[in-house]
């Protein structure tokens, strides 16, 4: 018989008898016991199955082969008798008449660089007290989350890391490490509680292929993101990768450090593709876990030359096994999916499904990113924003287009975000901000203390004996949400200003003009002729941070700050205006001086609040020595 076409693997795979007559639901991989251990293989497509034995995890001598016996739902096994803790070996499946070496999908350990598959006791390779290890109980409201490699955590000498430990899993064990060892600034566990995180979020820790774990003293660097085996964790993160169950016991290490700190772990997974088509999964059942185009190639919505078919249904029992397996084993306290739209809603729904059985379960955060890497073949149902009402309600998402406006493209480092001044959008969030806190400062809620305005968010100080915290954020979720909360902004006072422009007053006047191609008449009259926004104090007691300016006058800051400017300069500082209440540094254009005593050290005073709204009113030099005799300000 021919061998079949990728395109006649893809008809097969897809066909419903196929899935009925080769779904297994039975253990798979090593299955150790200190008599024996019994080895299950998922390949319904095998011609025939044999195990390699070794005593290392890389090189030495052949122990022996054994051939494993087909059983039902295509399912090969072979029971290998005596204590076989610590034995390594790969398979040799045929498949088509073509033989091909290769891991065990659901080893749970591994030699250098995955190649060979161990076979391990686990309970050999828990640290002291793992049995008591358990998952901190952190309240949604701090759920504060800190990505970071487990390289980049504590690579660098200054880290006052150990030199055998650092950029590796036992580097987060080490207690009070400071800067270069100066015992003032912390750093790694030490840094992470100074900061209050309450959960680290590691870039992938499972087995990765870009990084050569037999040559630890070359220069590498990856985040991982090009997955090998997805049950072993990665072995340059251990101190010794030659011992596959080292790498184990020191990732459990780690977690347990962090448990230990109320620090909860989430894990970074990449399910949705592999580092090379030549896996363990493609190499047991060719293409199979892989999706196909229509002429059988392999789709890429990866972006990495495969995407993993998690709609079929043994590919699918594989996703949910693997996720079980490190939150059982490993005690994880969430997953974060990459790529998450590359997978059905169902698959991920069936995951949580799958994490809410699981005894404390339900605490176990699920949430990802909600789009593809490029053109993929799925097209049932993806997990991506637009599907975002099918999947259940604890399956969180980032959204990129929150990310955009905050920080800029993603793409492109030319396209402004919130942070950098993003003409039109820039003064949305700070208006926003403004419209709640007057809501709230009307609302009068009970125990409602202090509100501190800032651009991107609102500080509300409440007393805790007078009232709760869900009971304060389920009134301020209400006064954010209400219909015509925007309105709200305007609601603040109209504060006059009285401005002389130009002359000694603003002498960077000319450049203003000349930038925005006005005349000084046109400038003063598009910065006097509109209201503003105050949406914070800061910087200086005083100081505000207007929203509003006309975009024909945004003008660079000065290339040098000036040392010293006069109380009551009003300046342009890109997109913004604002007054200097007090003298101080600063780089902002100055156009005019307000001969108002802004702020009041004695009192701490000031003639305006954030909501409020400010014009400015040009006056003439006489009017301002008049008006600065009468303030006090001369």
Not at 308 to 331: C, N, Q, T, V
Not at 391 to 415: M, P, S
Not at 590 to 615: C, E, H, M, Q, W
Request: proline fraction near 7%.
């Amino acid at each position: 018989m021919a061998a079949k076409t990728p395109a006649q693997w893809k008809t097969l795979f897809e066909n419903v008898p196929f899935h009925r007559e080769n779904y297994y639901t039975g253990p798979l991989g090593p299955d150790y016991t200190p008599g024996g251990t019994c080895l299950r293989l998922w390949a319904p497509t095998a011609e025939a199955v044999t195990v390699t034995l070794y005593h290392k995890g890389d090189g030495g001598a052949v122990l022996g082969t054994k051939p494993l016996v087909r059983g039902a739902q295509g399912v090969w096994s072979v029971w290998l008798p005596g204590e076989q803790h610590g034995r390594y070996y790969t398979f040799a499946v045929t498949v088509d008449g073509v033989t091909r070496e290769t891991g065990d999908p659901y080893a749970r350990a591994a030699g250098v660089n995955g190649v060979r598959s161990m076979i391990v006791d686990l309970a050999r390779t828990a640290p002291s007290g793992w049995e008591r290890d358990v998952r901190p109980n952190i309240p949604p409201a701090q759920r504060a989350v800190w990505e970071v490699s487990v390289r980049d955590f504590s690579q660098d000498a200054a880290s006052g890391v150990r030199p055998a430990w650092r950029g590796k899993y036992m580097a987060f064990t080490q207690r009070g490490t400071t800067l270069h060892g100066d015992g003032i600034h912390p750093t790694c566990l030490n840094y992470l509680k100074r900061l209050g995180v309450k959960y680290v979020q590691l870039m992938p820790i499972f087995d990765f292929g870009s990084v050569d774990e037999a040559k630890p003293l070359l220069r590498q660097y990856n985040w991982g993101y090009d997955p090998t085996n997805f049950n072993v964790p990665e072995g340059s993160y251990s101190t010794d990768p030659t011992r596959g169950e080292v790498r184990i016991r020191e990732c459990r290490e780690m977690i347990a450090a962090l448990h230990a700190a109320g620090i909860g772990v989430v894990m970074d997974v990449v399910y949705n593709h592999t580092y090379r088509t030549e896996n363990p999964l493609n190499n047991t059942v060719p293409y199979y876990f892989f999706r196909q185009n229509a002429d059988g190639s392999f789709s890429n919505g990866s972006g990495c030359g495969n995407e993993f078919a998690s709609e079929r249904p043994m590919a699918r029992r594989y996703l949910i096994d693997s996720i079980l397996y490190w939150a059982k084993e490993y005690h994880i306290d969430g997953f974060r999916f990459d790529l998450m739209g590359l997978y059905d809603a169902e698959s991920i729904n069936a995951v949580r499904a799958a994490l809410d059985s699981l005894p404390g379960g339900r605490d176990i955060l699920l949430y990802g990113e909600p789009w593809q890497g490029g053109a993929s073949q799925l097209h049932r149902y993806e997990a991506n924003k637009a599907n975002l009402a099918m999947l259940n309600e604890r399956v969180g998402i980032f959204c990129d287009d929150t990310r955009d406006a905050i920080k800029g493209g993603c793409f492109d480092a030319r396209e402004p975000g919130y942070v950098e001044g993003k003409p039109g959008s820039f003064w949305d969030i700070g208006a926003a901000v403004a419209a709640l806190n007057s809501r709230v400062l009307a609302a009068k809620l009970p125990g409602v203390v202090e509100t501190v305005p800032a651009f991107a968010s609102l500080l509300i100080t409440y007393d805790p004996l007078v009232t709760e915290y869900d009971t304060i954020a389920d009134a301020v979720k209400k006064l954010a949400d209400a219909d015509g909360a925007d309105a709200a902004a305007g609601e603040g006072r109209l504060v006059t200003i009285p401005v002389c422009y130009g002359g000694d007053f603003g002498p960077d006047l000319p450049f203003v003009a000349q930038h925005a191609g006005l005349t000084e008449e046109e400038v003063i009259a598009l910065h006097a002729g509109r209201e503003y926004q105050i949406y914070m104090l800061g910087f200086l007691p005083g100081f505000p941070y207007l929203g509003g300016l006309d975009e024909r006058l945004f003008t660079p800051r000065l290339g040098t700050p000036r040392t010293a400017i006069p109380a009551g300069a009003v300046g342009i500082g890109g997109e913004q205006t604002g007054i200097y209440p007090i003298a101080s540094p600063g780089g902002w254009q100055l156009i005019g001086r307000t001969p108002l005593k802004l702020f009041d050290p004695a009192s701490g005073t000031l003639p305006y609040a954030a909501g409020d709204r400010i014009r400015f009113t040009p006056i003439t030099a006489a009017e301002f020595a008049a008006l600065a005799a009468k303030e006090g300000t001369v």
